[in-house]
């Protein structure tokens, strides 16, 4: 029988019962569904988990009984109204107590007692028994419950400088000009840098198939110092990928270089006949909207391809909408869980394998190219780059044009 139709046959059934009845049947049904079924029985029938156990003993109690005496056992019920009153009853000030503890306008407030300690069931229960209250830390979190409370971690959401309206138009910007791009066959790539992956025989995240009992064995302490960088070229039209991968620092240096090495490797086969490239991308990391080592490196790309850049970045905290992010890093980190990542060829054989049934594929090479950090780009350099700026965000979208001889 499936849950559908055992609790199903738990609710028509339940109400017929008087309330002791009720708990034979509850506590009989767990018995027969085999050890450890109460939380099954109690998710079936909305009764509490200590009126099953109950229930439980009073079946085992009644088979010591003579079947004439079962009658007058089953049928004993106390009066309506009769037990212990639930706890709000007899305590109608706990649910107001409860919520001047845990509502967020008290935050900060120097008078509420839990402003700078954890909210926890038992830190709840411990301040309201100072209080007087006679309360579990169960009975407190029911309670919660029932005034619409849940565990919640913190929502990344409020941006600290842009309105959620400049935000939006960018998205509206990026969305149209790809669409423009596209329909005249120019490329439209989304880049970043994916985490860098420790090199050598240790854990990696994630679980694969073994052999029941043997798991592969690595090194049980992550002391390793060579890392892999990773930077990423997804070509959305396309759905095709491209990494490239290094030991050395994710520079701005290295990031473009990538995107040099994309336009190589599959770029200019794919539209021989296109003069511009538009790329979107976050505005952190190597490639900053606050760069000046991004531009000028773009800046240099561009003369070496005669190519123009056109450049979209997302705003502050919206990373997450970059099409790369689940559009192909996903599905590398889905291929290279875990498995150790005994060295950079390892990486680059699990990349390039790296195939969905939507079409995608990734080429991945080696970089073995050697990058300084801290290179400073001079108020010079960057007054001859042939930029233009967006005059609505302008930080957010540039192109840079190849400069002429």
């Known amino acids: 029988m499936s849950t559908e139709n055992l609790k199903e046959f738990v609710q028509l059934v339940g109400p017929t019962l008087n309330e002791r009845q009720n708990r034979i049947f509850l506590g009989s049904l767990s018995k027969l569904l085999g050890s450890r079924c109460n939380t099954l029985v109690q998710n079936l029938s909305g009764a509490d988990r200590k009126t099953i156990i109950k229930g439980k003993s009073e079946a085992e109690e009644l088979k010591q009984l003579p079947k004439e005496e079962w009658p007058d056992f089953i049928n004993y019920v106390r009066e309506s109204g009769a ?125 694969e198939y073994c052999p029941k009992g043997q798991p592969t064995k690595v090194l049980d302490h992550d002391f390793g110092t060579v890392k892999a960088a990773q930077y990423g070229v997804y070509d959305c039209g396309a759905n095709k990928g491209f990494v490239s991968v290094g030991s050395s620092a994710d ?97 680059i054989n699990l990349i390039a394998n790296c195939k969905t049934s939507q079409g995608l594929s990734i080429k991945c090479v080696q970089d073995k190219n050697i990058y300084t950090k801290g290179i400073k780009v001079s108020d010079e350099t960057m007054n001859e780059l042939n930029i233009r700026y967006s005059k609505w965000h302008g930080e957010w979208f540039y192109i840079i044009k190849p400069q002429s001889k």
């Open 83 to 207: 037990g212990r009153k639930s706890v709000t009853e007899s305590n109608p000030k706990l649910k107001e107590a409860i919520k001047t503890l845990v509502e967020p306008h008290t935050l900060g407030n120097p008078e509420t007692p839990l402003t700078w300690t954890t909210k926890s069931l038992r830190n709840l229960q411990s301040e309201l028994v100072k209080q007087g209250f006679k309360v579990s830390h169960a009975t407190v979190g029911n309670i919660l419950v029932g005034l619409g409370y849940s565990l919640q971690q913190n929502l990344k959401y409020i941006s600290a400088t842009e309105s959620p309206e400049d935000r939006d138009w960018q998205f509206k910007r990026i969305r149209y000009f790809a669409e423009f791009f596209m329909a005249y066959n120019d490329p439209v790539v989304s880049v970043d840098a994916k985490k860098k992956e420790l090199i050598g025989n240790y854990k990696n995240q994630g679980a």
């Open 251 to 347: 520079t701005a240096s290295f990031a473009v270089n990538s995107i040099g090495l994309w336009w190589e490797h599959m770029g200019k086969e794919m539209y021989p006949d296109s003069n511009r490239i538009m790329i979107t991308a976050d505005c952190g990391g190597s490639n900053s909207y606050r760069s000046r080592l991004w531009k000028s490196e773009l800046q240099q790309l561009a003369n070496k391809i005669g190519r123009e850049f056109w450049v979209f970045h997302y705003p502050p905290g919206t990373s997450k909408w970059n099409k790369i992010e689940h559009r192909m890093f996903c599905y590398m980190s889905k291929n290279t869980r875990g498995r150790p990542l005994y060295s950079i060829e390892t990486i």
